[in-house]
T-cell receptor
Framework: GAVVSQHPSRVICKSGTSVKIECRSL??????MFWYRQFPKQSLMLMAT?????????EQGVEKDKFLINHASLTLSTLTVTSAHPEDSSFYIC????????????FGPGTRLTVT | GNSVTQMEGPVTLSEEAFLTINCTYT??????LFWYVQYPGEGLQLLLK?????DKGSNKGFEATYRKETTSFHLEKGSVQVSDSAVYFC????????????FGTGTRLTIIP
């Protein structure tokens, strides 16, 4: 089946620094990738949708200058949390959709970000 | 807007017990409904789906029926196994072929031998 990886799986960074999370589709080309955020005991919240080669579409309330998303190739999307603060600590999950025939999304295992 | 409410966990059952995880939704139009499962250390996987009223999705012994009259999509399995231990998420996408998913909070299921 389709596999999506994320790197790193866990990251700890200091307040004020930036951190980049990678999302890769390993065995298929992802025309669309999604970034979610999950707080403890809460549901996954969609942050943004990115299509290869174009700017990401952010959900209402998500700061695009803080959460930079790049989808430069059909197998890689990156999320950069800029000037991170403790309130940015969360579980970030990406998903990828292959082609335009099926709407099924394939999810990565997630990245735990802790900002100290 | 769209929303999904699923029963809070954690849920602990003995092996071979009957499982029900309740899920209700609020949406305009005719959404598609999904159950995703997340095993420890892995990403969410699509377990089953239903795209219209009265459809029944099934996979790996799990079933869920799209009930428009009760806006529900409860997940059931007749005899659970230890390997079913995971977190289960109910989700919907709206009726316009929109790929955006709205998730419930997830229910952690633990099956004890």
């Amino acid at each position: 089946g389709a596999v999506v990886s994320q790197h790193p799986s866990r990251v700890i960074c200091k307040s004020g620094t930036s951190v980049k999370i990678e999302c890769r589709s390993l065995d298929f080309q992802a025309t669309t990738m999604f970034w979610y955020r999950q707080f403890p005991k809460q549901s996954l919240m969609l942050m943004a949708t990115s299509n290869e080669g174009s700017k990401a579409t952010y959900e209402q309330g998500v700061e695009k200058d803080k959460f930079l998303i790049n989808h430069a190739s059909l197998t890689l999307s990156t999320l950069t949390v800029t000037s991170a603060h403790p309130e940015d600590s969360s579980f970030y999950i990406c998903s990828a959709r292959a082609g335009t025939v099926s709407y099924e999304q394939y999810f990565g295992p997630g990245t735990r970000l802790t900002v100290t | 807007g769209n929303s999904v409410t699923q029963m809070e966990g954690p849920v602990t059952l003995s092996e071979e017990a009957f499982l029900t995880i309740n899920c209700t939704y609020t949406a305009t139009g005719y959404p598609s409904l999904f159950w995703y499962v997340q095993y420890p250390g892995e990403g969410l996987q699509l377990l089953l789906k239903a795209t219209k009223a009265d459809d029944k999705g099934s996979n790996k012994g799990f079933e869920a029926t799209y009930r428009k009259e009760t806006t529900s999509f409860h997940l059931e399995k007749g005899s659970v196994q230890v390997s079913d231990s995971a977190v289960y998420f109910c989700a919907l996408s709206d009726s316009f072929g929109n790929e955006k998913l709205t998730f419930g909070t997830g229910t952690r299921l633990t099956i004890i031998p």
